[in-house]
């Protein structure tokens, strides 16, 4: 589950490329108005630590917010979605909506909050959600008691007093059929990965530059510096663009190593290709996504790394390809084929597959 459809509107999960159209909302002094804890319009740095917040959401848990637009042409509307959190010290599903001030009073929160509230039901088979809101916001009091939420109190958040409704939602049998344990049951041919990312390894003599993760899927493991691919990026492209804005170097004297393919037992996937470096331009620096460390070949870090790279990662040193199939459940390795591959992968050249 990935795009949602209404008859005005499309959602999609958010990506790094969405800076400019969250701004819309968050720079609109009449929309923070209703939504920040103090009514004013929002700096940029919020608004990325905000699109940060929300792509990780999806890479954890498989569902989170939709940035929606209209069928007709694609103008930003707004967002609406899901996320985990805690109140009175019980993990809850939220849901979260904005709408830029432009499309108020033409019900496109009421759209949305359908679009994701069947999809709540039908997909993801949650049995109840929560939603809060400032008590002088009438819209969306009106909202949450339209889709079907009731009043339940009062509480606090950010720091000021805030109404909370929840809404028991039928329980229905999911209609996604539950994602195999064991990759013989999965049809790879069909397979689709949500995400495409890349992995990179740089050599200098017999040490491997290897990166302690900060955020994202995978925060606090060990690594190789590498993340999902930008709209329209190759493989190559977007494997040195990671590398230059989590370590601030730049690699060179890249080799296609294989690929990896996961699919996670929540619904997540997402298709890594992994490449060796033989270069590099400047000197490891650590950023907010991630702390450089450099590690002997011969003896890596795999107690504090992914449970598969043991499996592929001695493979791609030696100059082997290969191509990977996991099943994961979590952080836990449940099922893997990993195969020998003499021949590039086509997305490696640059043609996705």
Known sequence: MTWLASPRLLGRPPTSADLSALRLLHADPQVMATLAADGLPRPPE?????????????????FGLWLFGTRDGGEPVGYCGLQRTRHGGVLEIELLYG???????????????????????????????????????????????????????????????????????????????????????????????RDEATLVFVRRGADLLLIRKKRGLGAGKINGPGGRLEPGETPVEGAIREVEEELLVTPSDLRYCG?????????????????????????????????????????????EMWEDDRLWLPMALEGRRFSARYVFEGDRMLDHLISPWDRLSPAAAGDPA
């Open 46 to 62: 919020e608004t990325r630590a905000f699109l940060e917040r929300a792509t990780d959401h999806w890479l954890r848990h498989g």
């Open 99 to 193: 709408v830029r001030s432009r499309f108020w009073r033409q019900a496109m929160a009421t759209e949305m909050a359908s679009t994701v509230l069947e999809a709540a039901r039908e997909w993801l088979a949650l049995d109840r959600l929560i939603a809060f809101t400032l008590p002088h916001n009438a819209g969306s009091r009106r909202l949450l008691e339209k889709v079907g939420f009731d009043l339940s109190g009062e509480t606090e958040r950010a720091g000021l007093s805030h109404v909370w409704y929840r809404l028991l939602l039928e329980q229905r049998e999911s209609l996604e059929p539950p994602i195999p344990r064991e990759v013989s049951a999965i049809d790879w041919r069909t397979w689709r990965a």
């Open 259 to 303: 690929d990896n393919r996961f699919q996670f037992v929540d619904g997540y996937s997402i298709h890594v290709h992994v490449f060796v470096a033989e270069g590099l331009s400047g000197e490891p620096s650590e950023t907010a996504e991630a702390a450089p460390l450099w590690s002997s070949v011969d003896d890596l870090p795999f107690d």
